[in-house]
């Protein structure tokens, strides 16, 4: 059964896109998961986001998704939305996806812009929706052109808010302007997916988050949000300023990246990458330990 949630906040107001441990010699480390998984429950969050890009999604096979959705829910499946991750440049693709999730049980769906083949937007229409119809699962959008080479058009946020499961936007196109048209005329919730622009989104509307600094902050990105909604702006201000040098330390290079040698340092589980991803450098790991000390993370 799902954590309680509002039409307001559907997955709640605090989650980490969670990355995938893996063994040292690169299998799927599904004990890991369960501890990693509990340990950002127990900090903070509302939901877990499992198999998207930070949990290296293009890396792993269909099969492990299920099996790191399968264990995450066992761990922690009581307390937390756990979301999984299941857009591809596929449609095909994804609908066995977002099937294969909601048989294991997950609470909610992720699904992001097709990648790579860059369709128009009304192909974006038919991906989202065809993909949304598949499965009865609540939808989260995810808008990231820096990755996908596509936005999702204000227009087309608009109707794709008519699909009843389409519930919510992750927004990664850092742009405010394109936000607060988009929260007004789509009255989907909406969720940060841009640390550096958490308290900026809060302030034309959004939500929540869905971050990657929150395997490390998670108790700071409750106080922020909270005093935000409570309307002490300046706390909520004084957080946000306090976390600038770990919203800059984990997106040096590429967060999962970052954000593995960041649990390694905390003795988390972690473990290595796949390729094409790469461990971080010993510098790159200096500089990291410089921005989260100065963030206050104690490492």
Not at 114 to 139: C, I, M, S
Not at 240 to 255: A, I, S
Not at 259 to 284: F, I, N, S
Request: aromatic fraction near 4%; hydrophobic fraction near 45%; glycine fraction near 10%.
């Amino acid at each position: 059964m799902a954590p309680t949630s509002t039409p307001q906040t559907p997955f709640g107001r605090v989650l980490t896109a969670m990355v995938t441990p893996f063994t040292a010699d690169g299998a799927l480390d599904l004990d890991g998961a369960q501890r990693l998984a509990t340990h950002l429950v127990d900090a903070g969050n509302d939901g877990l986001i499992i198999n998207g890009t930070t949990g290296e999604s293009p890396t792993t096979s269909d099969a492990e998704k299920s099996d790191l959705v399968r264990a995450v829910l066992e761990a922690v499946g009581d307390r937390a939305h756990v979301v999984a991750g299941v857009g591809t440049n596929d449609t095909h693709h994804s609908i066995e996806l977002a099937q294969a999730a909601e048989k294991v049980g997950a609470h909610g769906l992720l699904i992001v812009t097709p990648y790579y083949n860059k369709p128009p937007q009304e192909g974006l229409y038919r991906h989202f929706t065809a993909v949304a119809d598949a499965a009865e699962l609540p939808v989260m959008l995810y808008d990231i052109p820096g990755r996908s080479g596509v936005p999702i058009n204000t227009e087309t946020l608009v109707r794709l808010a008519e699909h009843p499961r389409i519930v919510a936007n992750k927004d990664a196109k850092g742009d405010l302007g394109r936000a607060s048209w988009a929260i007004a005329r789509s009255g989907l919730a909406w969720y940060s997916g841009d640390d550096m622009l958490n308290l900026p989104l809060l302030s034309v509307g959004a939500v929540g988050f869905v971050s990657v600094v929150g395997h490390v902050v998670t108790p700071d990105l409750r106080a922020l949000v909270e005093a935000f909604v409570s309307g002490d702006v300046q706390k909520a201000t004084e957080i946000h300023q306090k976390l600038l040098p770990v919203y800059t330390g984990m997106f040096r290079t590429q967060g999962v990246m970052t954000t593995k040698a960041a649990l390694a340092l905390q003795g988390l589980p972690a473990g290595p990458l796949r390729a094409p991803m790469v461990e971080c450098t010993p510098e790159e790991i200096a500089q990291l330990k410089i921005d989260l000390a100065a963030g206050g993370v104690q490492l």
